[in-house]
């Protein structure tokens, strides 16, 4: 029996999921990357039927986003850390406490 992805018209729903249906698993797993890829985040809900939604980011309000540690940003040479600094909405004293933190701990 070949495993085929779900077709469009098919409704992915938790119970798919949950019992390890493989053809669902990729199914959400292929939306999700591509949700990821398009607006940097994915947002899954179930309705009240039991069936999975992509919900478009604006219906939610993120209250916080994941951050890179301190300890990571220390592998990075300064000009990188100061990048990911800046894309992760870090203000100016923020990045500049990380870099006087960095100094004091010799990392160059």
Do not use: H, W
Not at 76 to 93: C, K, N, T, Y
Request: charged share 30%; hydrophobic share 40%; glycine share 6%.
């Amino acid at each position: 029996m070949s495993e085929e992805a779900p077709q469009e018209d098919k409704t992915l729903t938790v119970d798919s999921l949950v019992t390890g249906d493989r053809p669902s698993l990729y199914f959400f797993g292929m939306v999700g990357a591509n949700a990821i890829r398009k607006d940097e985040m994915a947002v899954f809900m179930v309705d009240a039927l039991g069936r999975v939604c992509l919900m478009p980011p604006s219906s939610i309000q993120v209250l916080q986003r994941p951050r890179v540690s301190e300890e990571e940003l220390d592998t990075f040479p300064e000009a990188i850390a100061l990048q990911i600094l800046v894309r992760q909405g870090d203000s100016d004293p923020d990045i500049e406490g990380y870099l006087f933190r960095r100094s004091s701990r010799g990392v160059e």
